[in-house]
């Protein structure tokens, strides 16, 4: 600040940071406050908004859990959707480190230097043409007659087409293909600061490969892998594109759910609330992942 | 237990570059032997080629009789020292010393008991618990050692591990090092390009110079004896009289050179006519107090001081050659009467013949 106020003097300086103040209150802090004061209101008819009725509650939050009954197993609609979009998006966070590790090993440590860049730019490449319209591709590429049936059945390897759609396998496939890259460049990144010499020794000291990558590659690549995990995992549980296009009535993400209570179900209080949760969530799963691969936020930041 | 090593017509190729070219030796058992050389010798490339890093694209490596062919780094009796040291950051120092043990299956307790044992071998008790960043420089070029040793190697490979220190601990270690090898009987394979390393710990050394052993034996004939001008050149200091043989009598030389006509010794039989380097250490270079040459001295020259170094234990004087050339050094053992050495003075200076060795220049 002090910095600012040097370089650009006092006027010019006063007008930067009032530009980002403004901006930063109204564009992201003021939604939020209006979000968050609706989601501790109840839904009530425009008429009776600041009225006797129009008390501050924590019934738009418990509503996600009323009905739960461990007993009968018997659990709400909305609750058994929270669950299957923590499920899902820890599904497609541990796929999508199983499938970047070999290839960012390859790419920050294997490949010669004169083909990274061209493997670099195949693996972006896809990622300029909009997510809807990639999303659509695989719905294409997944459908009861599309080609990926057609080519497992050609090969012999499958008797009959196979739904990808109807159940979770569509949504885990389009969204782990969306989110990949979060997951690959924090670890490409990662494995490239590791010194090769401590590949070596390893090998030298008689380790077999898959113990080089477990005691020293993955403990080194640590960073790189919770960056990755919080990446993919913040942006599966709250996509909406791809669960709605690839996804089927009996697979709704909690977006959704969050969609159909404003729009649909007029229920603003309460799809603030739900959306506060989703954001709840994903707070407890950064501070996890954290707490787990035992790394702060600097490291993060690297 | 240790092993001998054999290089047998190993040549490594790197495209069209000959990284190692043709070079056989044999390390004894036991031995600890140096590769000398500067940068890009080919050094190193041999280093790695014994541990199994790299395969020759031709000749054979044998360790204990058994040739090495197909075997990787995991699977020979060598363990590498490597020059960063390559310790396990995210490791205990304990934990990096049993890591080889680890994965031989070794159990933990037994481990952690060898790792205890190694740490009091190299000097370093207490520090089973540290973490690596926790070390100083000499410490965790302690703990690389252990961490080398635990596996049982016959053959310990180091590659300039010392270079990362300062002076005093490298020359310490140097002692160290060589204490260790002697204890523990190993073949020890020590990459340099220190020529002080190699003279003070080996057994014997090996002088490379592109690609090529140029000469393989004992420290002391390695700076006495040099076989060609190119490890006269690299090991120690030399003055260079370049000239060609006018006489040759006796083992001994006569050259005429820019400088003057002198005489040395002609061990390579080198004859009348030929181009030659006659090569004369700094302190073989001895003040005189006669005039002009005499059957005893026949080499004698007067130059002016161009600077004097003082080196605390002896005086390096520079002195101004008449062509331009590059001063001659001449080193003077401080014996208590260097206070009255000041510059703007004539030396009359001399060798020995048996002093100056006469090469064939260019290393031909």
Request: glycine share 8%.
């Amino acid at each position: 600040m002090v910095q600012l106020y040097h370089r650009y003097g006092a006027l010019l300086a006063t007008l930067l940071i009032a530009a980002t103040a403004i901006w930063v209150l109204m564009m992201v802090v003021l939604p939020y406050l209006v979000m968050a004061e609706y989601s501790f209101h109840p839904n009530l008819p425009m008429m009776q908004q600041g009225g006797p009725d129009d008390v501050y509650t924590l019934s738009n939050y418990a509503s996600l859990f009323s009905g739960i009954d461990l007993l009968n197993g018997e659990l709400p609609d909305d609750f058994r959707v929270f669950l299957r979009t923590i499920w899902g998006s820890t599904l497609v966070t541990f796929i999508s480190l199983v499938v970047c590790y070999p290839v960012a090993w390859h790419l920050a440590k294997a490949a010669k230097p004169e083909q990274v860049g061209l493997l670099i730019l195949l693996l972006i490449i896809p990622f300029w043409i909009n997510e809807i319209l990639r999303t659509f591709a695989w719905y294409i590429i997944l459908a009861y007659n599309g080609p990926l049936n057609s080519a497992l059945l050609g090969m012999g390897l499958l008797d009959k087409p196979y739904r990808w759609l109807s159940g979770s396998g569509g949504v885990l496939i389009g969204m782990t293909y969306a989110f990949i890259l979060f997951m690959m460049f924090p670890l490409i990144n990662a494995i490239e600061t590791l010194d090769i010499s401590q590949v070596e020794a390893a090998r030298d000291l008689g380790a077999p490969e898959w113990q080089i990558h477990r005691r020293i590659v993955i403990p080194h690549a640590k960073p790189g892998i919770a960056v990755g995990s919080i990446m993919v995992f913040v942006l599966a549980a709250s996509s909406y594109i791809v669960p709605a296009v690839l996804g089927s009535p009996g697979t709704r993400w909690f977006t959704e759910t969050i969609y159909i209570w404003f729009f649909e179900g007029q229920d603003w209080p309460r799809g603030s609330a739900y959306a506060f949760i989703l954001l709840g969530l994903c707070v407890v799963f950064i501070l996890s992942v954290m707490r787990i691969f035992r790394v702060g936020l600097t490291d993060i930041a690297k | 237990m240790s092993r001998d090593v054999s290089l047998d017509r190993v040549t490594m190729r790197f495209a069209s570059y000959v990284a190692v070219n043709n070079v056989s030796l044999d390390i004894k058992a036991g031995e600890f032997f140096s590769f000398l050389g500067p940068s890009g010798c080919g050094k190193t490339t041999i280093l790695r080629m014994i541990s199994g890093f790299m395969n020759p694209t031709e000749g054979r490596i044998l360790i204990g009789g058994e040739d090495m062919k197909g075997n990787g780094p995991n699977k020979r009796p060598t363990a590498l020292i490597f020059q960063n040291l390559a310790l396990f950051p995210m490791m205990s120092v304990a934990d990096n010393i049993a890591f080889g043990l680890e994965m031989r299956g070794v159990d933990k307790a037994v481990r952690r008991r060898r790792a205890e044992e190694l740490l009091e071998l190299v000097a370093l008790p207490d520090a089973a618990d540290k973490r690596v960043d926790e070390l100083s420089g000499g410490m965790k070029q302690r703990v690389a050692i252990a961490r080398a040793l635990a596996v049982e190697p016959q053959v310990m490979l180091l590659d300039e591990p010392l270079s990362a220190l300062d002076l005093k601990l490298r020359q310490h270690m140097r002692a160290e090092l060589r204490a260790i090898q002697r204890r523990t009987g190993l073949t020890f394979i020590y990459i340099t390009h220190d020529q002080g390393e190699a003279l003070t710990m080996s057994d014997r050394v090996g002088v490379m110079s592109r690609g090529q052993l140029e000469q393989v034996g004992p420290p002391s004939e390695i700076y006495n004896e040099p076989a060609t001008a190119f490890v006269a050149g690299f090991v120690g200091e030399n003055n260079v009289f370049t000239g060609r043989i006018t006489e040759v009598a006796g083992g001994q030389a006569v050259v005429e050179t820019g400088a003057g006509r002198f005489v040395g010794r002609n061990p390579r039989g080198i004859r009348v006519g030929t181009q030659v380097v006659m090569l004369v250490r700094p302190e073989r270079l001895k003040p005189l107090t006669v005039a002009g040459p005499t059957p005893e001295n026949p080499n004698v020259l007067s130059r002016s001081v161009d600077h004097i170094d003082f080196e605390g234990a002896f005086a390096n004087v520079h002195l101004k050659q008449p062509d331009g050339a590059k001063p001659l050094s001449m080193h003077i053992s401080n014996d208590g009467s260097l206070t009255d050495l000041v510059g703007d003075r004539i030396f009359t200076v001399g060798f020995a013949p048996q002093d100056a060795l006469v090469l064939a220049a260019n290393g031909a």
